[in-house]
């Protein structure tokens, strides 16, 4: 009896021994400087992220948002639509079982691009915490929370930023799995974020060049060794193989993907990719991304240890060099074309080179002046934020209203029409998504080429659409498509009209009923 007292007592003060260290360490989280910051800065930029999330409540859906969410209601809904092939499915998977819990766009927009852009910030202080220190960390996770190009896509219903998240998710993996050899599943996981992150964006399998490149080039072929690796891949071609078996089903090949892009081999190599290394940090934070570079002279000079000799002293250089580098080769010399969104991988490491330039000038000057360094370091990224931040709520509230008429069209013609309706237009996906009808376009899909004038008429007595929409919104389209209609009043009447200005006297969109119905 007494044993079991004695016992009862040790398992009670192991209990209580046990809260204590719990209370210590929450404590020691709670008290911690750059904990502290941190969560200031995510408030900070959660607070951003929602601001702008209600300016753009109900804004118009792009031609790629549209694609995306029609290819959700096509599978929630049965709309008729037909996915392009260069569309992978993750992003509208997601949105598909957004819509079949019974949530709208506004909850597709909150949970696939705030909440996730939130994290951006998050695991970007996370992976540069693990690479350099928590300083240079919460400096390039500040830098991020303010980046225009960042808070303008992640209020568009674009793959961009969940992309990214995954992209930056597979990276921290890779580094502290592999380079710092912790639990080896990390490795594992690898291949399952870059896996997510190609599902997004085709190009998320360059998070995966990345780390090819940064292993070759500091263990050359010794890593195909590693079996951790090889599960890696195994875990990426299982992860994808769902969406290659999807393809062969629903598109008749395989790699369906790979005719998005195009020929591009008779292009010459996209130089201008190179301003994009001005555009992602701006005149604000340019200045310390020069500085920045200025730190890799040590990588430069000590390459044979870093690449030969196995130092991993400067790995985390190495690494960061081939963020900016991989990704801004692969557009120069192979895809060379490019909006500047398409490189946003390329952002990490050109933020953590401007975070290493701020924080090599703040170092300098607090060796004698720390009050002046404080000082110069909170004025550099207000500075720099304005620059950002002055260019997004620029832009983000411009675009709010594009393509309005596009919308109003498309859900008037919803309204006034039966759902076996047919609608003609130039802005399809766009279209579908708001007016749920089958739409045909003035493009010809088998030939690869726009309709002529002759071969429209067949088409439209073909199909027979109840409206036929001509617009100034899809300047790709053939200038005679805009006064076709007007061409045969007897076939089509103007129902609707949408002017450029108040005095209407310059129409953008009309929207012609036919006489078929």
């Known amino acids: 009896m007494e044993e079991i007292k004695g016992e009862i007592k040790e398992s009670s003060s192991d209990t209580e021994k046990k809260k204590e260290e719990l209370k210590g360490k929450i404590k020691t989280i709670l008290t911690n400087k750059y904990n ?36 959700a209601k096509y599978w929630a809904f049965d709309i ?58 919460l400096i390039t996770a500040f830098i991020t929370s303010v980046s225009w190009i960042h808070l303008f896509y992640s209020m568009r219903l674009m793959t961009d930023t969940l992309g990214l998240l995954f992209g930056i998710l597979s990276l921290l993996c890779f580094w502290k799995g592999y380079v710092q050899k912790e639990k080896k599943y990390l ?67 395989v790699f369906a993907f ?7 081999s008779n292009l010459s190599p996209g130089w201008y990719m190179f301003q994009h290394l001005y555009d992602y940090p701006e ?25 030969f000799k196995k130092d991993k002293k400067y790995y985390n250089d190495l690494f960061s060099f081939l963020l900016v580098t991989v990704i801004l080769f692969f557009f120069i010399f192979f895809l060379r074309v490019a909006e500047n969104r398409w490189l946003i991988a390329m952002s990490i490491g050109i933020f953590i080179l401007s975070a290493k330039g701020l924080v090599l000038i703040f170092d300098f000057v607090k060796k004698n002046f720390k009050s002046l360094a404080i000082i110069i370091l909170i004025v550099a990224l207000i500075f720099g934020a304005y620059f950002q931040l002055n260019h997004a709520d620029i832009i983000i509230k411009d675009k709010v209203s594009s393509y309005m008429p596009v919308k109003e069209a498309a859900l008037w013609m919803k309204d006034n029409s039966n759902p076996n309706d047919i609608i003609m237009t130039a802005s399809v996906p766009q279209t579908v ?41 899809e300047p790709s389209n053939p200038q005679w498509t805009l006064t076709y209609p007007s061409q045969y009043p007897d076939i089509f009447t103007p129902v609707k009209v949408w002017f450029e200005d108040q005095a209407q006297q310059t129409p953008i969109l009309i929207v012609y009923e036919t006489s078929y119905n």
């Not at 092939?85 to 019974?102: D, E, N, Q, T, V």
């Not at 005149?283 to 690449?307: A, E, H, N, Q, R």
Request: aromatic share 22%; with cysteine; hydrophobic share 50%.
């Open 36 to 71: 502290i910051l941190l969560f200031g800065l995510l408030i900070f930029s959660f607070v951003l992220l929602s601001y702008y999330f209600f300016i753009t409540d109900g804004q118009t859906l792009w031609h790629d948002e549209a694609e995306y969410l029609s290819a």
């Open 433 to 473: 998504y708001y007016s749920e009808r089958k739409v045909i376009s003035f493009y010809n899909s088998t030939e690869g080429a726009y309709y002529t004038p002759e071969q429209l008429g067949g088409v439209i007595n073909y199909e027979k659409p109840k409206y036929v929409v001509v617009s100034a919104f």
């Open 187 to 253: 490795i594992w996981l690898i291949g399952f974020f870059v896996a997510l992150s190609f599902l997004c964006r085709l190009t998320g399998i360059l998070y995966g060049g990345i780390i090819f490149f940064f292993l070759f080039a500091t263990e050359q072929f010794k890593f195909l060794k590693n079996k951790h690796l090889w599960i890696a891949v195994l875990v990426f071609i299982l992860t994808i193989s769902p969406y290659l078996i999807w393809n062969q089903f629903y598109h008749g090949n």
């Open 258 to 264: 790979s005719q998005g892009y195009g020929d591009v």
């Open 283 to 307: 005149l604000g934070f340019f200045v310390f991304f020069l500085i920045g570079l200025t730190t890799l002279f040590p990588l430069f000079l000590s390459l044979d240890l870093t690449l």
């Open 80 to 137: 008729p639509y037909e996915i392009h092939p260069a569309r992978p499915p993750l992003f509208s998977f997601l949105a598909f079982l957004i819509y079949k819990i019974g949530f709208q766009e506004n909850s597709i927009k909150f949970l696939l691009e705030l909440i996730p852009a939130l994290l951006v910030v998050l695991f970007t202080y996370l992976l540069v915490k693990e690479m350099y220190n928590k300083k240079i960390a």
